[in-house]
């Protein structure tokens, strides 16, 4: 007997725009998913780049208007990988027609129209997943296992980091990562770690926060000699404290020389310690607290950690950035086809967009901020 079928729209089709689209043509393959995921609408800006996206991944139809793939009935799911000022109008739209919601982060350009979205989903009763997928990594769901289980003791410590080198070259044109909607370091990549701090340790209870532009200006376009003052951050550090009493800190950085992808983390506690880079996302460093054992002991990701059977029946073979998002769109379309909650859903985005703003108020006001 055939699966039912579920109708897949993609807005945007650029790097997030891709991975979405490879997930839900890769998905059926590798889990038993409830329904087959079908390719139905491409949106882009015109008609002509909607069209030939379309035809490069492999959707039905192009069109260079979100709201006619909004409003599509043979659109079952609504995914978003525009620019984050589309966010909101896109998220909203796809609400009212009581469609299923997939959103990169973040989620949208301020907290006050998180919290709008959030409360419109949830008054709807509709389904929302924002694109937090380093957290599918089977190695962070061991970490926060391990913490449950109290194997290193009461944490007492937290440091983490997302550093990416991509903004390193003062003369990378201006863009939407730059505009001041779209928040900068910390909203960008910081807001990665953060939904990872509040997945391992709970919600954050206080932020001091110094945010600091490294290139004052930047081309005002590709090609272009004119330049024009950067608004955001390059790069924010900030002390934390969570509500359960633990202290840390998280950097966000995309001018960080010579780094590619440290989106990393140590976790401290009375009786071990826990260390992770996504530069190594196949292992998760333990340390016992054995006096005999000086160092961290190297967990490595196989089919003991799930899902990672689904891809690979050895250990040491490794899963890549793209594995996680069809672990990702795989509870999508559990979620979808069950009509049950998955996360992390908008009111988890719109909580890591409230330490966002805080951090961003913090370095105006010099203080701390609570939440």
Not at 186 to 204: E, F, K, N, T, W
Not at 269 to 274: C, E, I, N, W
Request: hydrophobic share 40%; glycine share 10%.
């Amino acid at each position: 007997m055939s699966k039912p079928e579920i109708g897949i729209g993609l807005v945007g089709s650029g790097f997030m725009g891709r991975c979405h689209a490879n997930a839900f043509r890769s998905v059926a393959g590798l889990f038993d998913v409830p329904a087959e995921p079908r390719l139905r609408v491409l949106a882009d800006a015109s008609d002509e780049l909607a069209a030939d996206a379309a035809l490069s991944l492999g959707f039905e139809r192009g069109t260079g208007h979100w709201q006619a793939l909004v409003a599509d009935e043979s659109v079952d799911i609504v995914a978003i990988t525009a620019p984050n000022v589309l966010h909101a109008p896109i998220a909203q739209a796809a609400i009212a027609a009581g469609k299923t919601v997939y959103c990169e982060k973040p989620l949208s350009t301020t907290a006050v129209l998180a919290l709008e979205m959030t409360e419109a989903a949830e008054a709807a009763g509709v389904i929302t997943l924002v694109g937090f997928n380093f957290l599918r990594n089977p190695m962070i769901k061991l970490a926060r296992e391990i913490i449950t289980s109290g194997e290193i003791g009461e944490v007492t410590g937290f440091r983490g980091r997302h550093a990416e080198n991509y903004m390193a070259d003062p003369d990378v044109p201006h863009s939407f990562r730059t505009d001041p909607q779209g928040g900068g370091a910390v909203a960008d990549i910081g807001s990665h770690i953060i939904s990872m701090a509040r997945y391992l340790l709970g919600p954050v209870a206080e932020v001091h926060a110094d945010c600091r532009t490294i290139h004052e200006t930047r081309p005002t376009a590709p090609g272009m000699t004119q330049r024009a003052p950067v608004e955001v951050d390059d790069m924010t550090h900030a002390l934390v404290r969570f509500e359960n009493g633990v202290s840390g800190s998280l950097e966000a950085n995309w001018a960080a020389t010579a780094r590619t992808m440290d989106l990393s983390w140590e976790i401290s506690g009375t009786k071990g310690a826990l260390a992770f880079t996504q530069e190594r996302m196949n292992e998760l460093q333990l340390w016992s607290g054995a006096p005999e054992r000086s160092g961290y002991t190297r967990i490595e990701s196989g089919p003991s950690h799930p899902p990672y059977g689904r891809f690979c029946p050895a250990p040491g073979h490794h899963l890549g950035f793209n594995d996680l998002k069809v672990i990702e769109v795989a509870e999508l379309l559990t979620a979808h086809s069950g009509g049950t909650p998955c996360g992390p859903d908008f009111r988890e985005a719109y909580e890591v967009q409230r330490i966002v703003e805080a951090m961003q108020v913090s370095h105006a006001q010099r203080q701390w901020v609570n939440l």
